[in-house]
């Protein structure tokens, strides 16, 4: 750990068909090795764009930053010296099942880059929903005025099932709304920010006292189809929901079903199933609902200086021989 | 000032035909006077319902509380011991010109009901237009899946005309998420709230700054029409307005086509020209916009309460001889 340790050999790999949004280039990179100096003088790093940069690097590579998608196509791959993937997202799913991964070589993801963006969605989807806003848009798209009035949220009951980095900067916001918030997580460890936290076995118990119901869970086999047309039918019918999660973690075609016919207050979602959605969806026309393109989380003027700083956080504790924070519990699947 | 003193005759006029979110009835008057017993003993208050209710009680009636709409049908009328109307509305352009009123008789407004409702109101279409809600809900109608990133609000410039209630609201909020906020009026007094203080003669001058400029002023002859064309234009083309205000404050059409051409990013709207909209309207399809039928301010579980304590409060004033606080200024017409 001197200063003349050997550098370890990093590779960065973008997908160039990706949205620029999320590439690394050699400005964004610089930026972020003069905001971590001490760290980026222990690395060597090459960034590419082609599957031969990649090929190149790979074989010789101790450390690994690339997006989502390239790293579904680039894998498996001889690479022997691997010890660390970082992924710069937050929802490894689409990498699952993990038996890509090299042997020994940790995979990581960007969890906590979501937070403040996401928080300032969350909170905007809630008051969308105080206000009645997918139920204006219904009637703006029908031509109809009807003058139909929303409520103030203080006193209201927010249920959050998922307590990460995104739902705990909406918790925070909603608290300071005077709102009531209830916490459903794996295990019943509490949450600053939550009033009550339950674990998911007791999600039942919990869907009818919520006005708002906020999904930022991980999409694994214990969340796919969690949000089901039972589980819908014991919400309020004047409740709404919130999916930021995956589109999977919810029963769509129910969901849809509860909004055309009213025994749902309303829907503001940013994730789908599938993605993109095509144009004979039900979801396009569906009452009650607006929907965003998978947008909520990501802030192109900060997203991916933001994911470095995490990278660095991490090769911190990699250097120092510690767990790493955002390595991923393959077991669990994040 | 004893106990003992003549009660004040007080008749209470609803408008049948308007919303009952409106509507003073027995209960909530019941529920006001308990929260305000020594004023509301000195009062002897009738309730009416039917133009003849009003005959009977106007000409023995010292205060008056109404509707805006019904003081409009109910005037001009013989109502010698009137001193006071208390209108159920804060923007009361509608009431004018004030040639009807009685001599010597005040008219107040229910302002610094609608902060709280309206403040979120106000930060949610902030953060719809952040995150580009109103270009999605477009490409919902079209159906076509468009991936465009928002962002985060912190260090964007919003820009209020107008800082009464209804702003301050908004403001303290938009400062939690780390806006930087220009305030305009008709005087450059400071507001605690605001950066900075500008005129209204000095709008041009800092429309060009604003990421979101938020419309809460009231409508008089000084501010109608007061975002023209020609002001729209000055706009940064990813600019998003809000209007909270009255329609006629905008040139609605020269709206419609900056936002159907692009050259506006995007509006979040609550009022309009003339309300209801008519089906044939352009509003209905105009791109990068969502509306909302003049409900913003609106929280039925509390506007009534909220009203009729702001008339206590006024009564007190009345009944010490002060000055009335939400007393209108007839010249300027707020």
């Given at each position: 750990?001197?200063?003349?340790?050997?550098?370890?050999?990093?590779?960065?790999?973008?997908?160039?068909?990706?949205?620029?949004?999320?590439?690394?280039?050699?400005?964004?990179?610089?930026?972020?090795?003069?905001?971590?100096?001490?760290?980026?003088?222990?690395?060597?790093?090459?960034?590419?764009?082609?599957?031969?940069?990649?090929?190149?690097?790979?074989?010789?590579?101790?450390?690994?930053?690339?997006?989502?998608?390239?790293?579904?196509?680039?894998?498996?791959?001889?690479?022997?010296?691997?010890r660390l993937i970082f992924i710069t997202s937050a929802g490894l799913d689409r990498l699952a099942p993990y038996d890509w991964l090299p042997p020994g070589c940790a995979l990581l993801n960007n969890s906590g880059v979501h937070g403040p963006k996401a928080g300032e969605?969350?909170?905007?989807?809630?008051?969308?929903?105080?206000?009645?806003?997918?139920?204006?848009?219904?009637?703006?798209?029908?031509?109809?005025?009807?003058?139909?009035?929303?409520?103030?949220?203080?006193?209201?009951?927010?249920?959050?099932?998922?307590?990460?980095?995104?739902?705990?900067?909406?918790?925070?916001?909603?608290?300071?709304?005077?709102?009531?918030?209830?916490?459903?997580?794996?295990?019943?460890?509490?949450?600053?920010?939550?009033?009550?936290?339950?674990?998911?076995?007791?999600?039942?118990?919990?869907?009818?006292?919520?006005?708002?119901?906020?999904?930022?869970?991980?999409?694994?086999?214990?969340?796919?189809?969690?949000?089901?047309?039972?589980?819908?039918?014991?919400?309020?019918?004047?409740?709404?929901?919130?999916?930021?999660?995956?589109?999977?973690?919810?029963?769509?075609?129910?969901?849809?079903?509860?909004?055309?016919?009213?025994?749902?207050?309303?829907?503001?979602?940013?994730?789908?199933?599938?993605?993109?959605?095509?144009?004979?969806?039900?979801?396009?026309?569906?009452r009650n609902l607006l929907i965003a393109p998978h947008v909520s989380a990501d802030d192109p003027l900060t997203y991916t200086p933001r994911s470095l700083d995490v990278f660095f956080r991490n090769l911190a504790h990699h250097l120092a021989g510690g767990p790493l924070?955002?390595?991923?519990?393959?077991?669990?699947?994040?």
């Amino acid at each position: 750990m001197t200063p003349s340790a050997k550098p370890l050999r990093l590779h960065i790999q973008n997908l160039p068909s990706e949205n620029p949004v999320f590439h690394v280039t050699d400005q964004i990179w610089r930026d972020a090795c003069a905001r971590h100096p001490a760290l980026a003088a222990r690395l060597d790093a090459t960034i590419g764009w082609t599957p031969e940069d990649f090929e190149r690097a790979i074989s010789q590579a101790e450390l690994l930053v690339t997006w989502t998608m390239a790293a579904k196509t680039l894998f498996p791959a001889k690479a022997p010296k691997l010890r660390l993937i970082f992924i710069t997202s937050a929802g490894l799913d689409r990498l699952a099942p993990y038996d890509w991964l090299p042997p020994g070589c940790a995979l990581l993801n960007n969890s906590g880059v979501h937070g403040p963006k996401a928080g300032e969605w969350g909170l905007m989807a809630i008051l969308m929903l105080a206000n009645r806003m997918p139920f204006h848009a219904t009637r703006q798209r029908e031509k109809r005025w009807d003058k139909v009035y929303g409520s103030s949220v203080a006193g209201q009951v927010l249920l959050c099932v998922g307590v990460g980095g995104m739902a705990t900067h909406t918790i925070d916001h909603a608290r300071a709304f005077g709102m009531h918030v209830i916490g459903v997580r794996h295990s019943p460890t509490p949450h600053e920010g939550c009033h009550r936290i339950v674990t998911t076995a007791d999600l039942d118990s919990v869907l009818p006292e919520a006005d708002y119901v906020l999904l930022t869970c991980p999409l694994t086999p214990a969340t796919r189809g969690l949000v089901s047309r039972a589980r819908l039918a014991l919400m309020k019918p004047t409740a709404g929901l919130i999916n930021m999660a995956r589109g999977a973690v919810v029963d769509q075609d129910a969901l849809c079903d509860a909004l055309d016919a009213g025994t749902l207050g309303g829907a503001v979602l940013d994730v789908f199933v599938p993605e993109p959605l095509p144009p004979e969806s039900r979801v396009w026309t569906t009452r009650n609902l607006l929907i965003a393109p998978h947008v909520s989380a990501d802030d192109p003027l900060t997203y991916t200086p933001r994911s470095l700083d995490v990278f660095f956080r991490n090769l911190a504790h990699h250097l120092a021989g510690g767990p790493l924070p955002n390595a991923i519990d393959l077991a669990r699947g994040y």
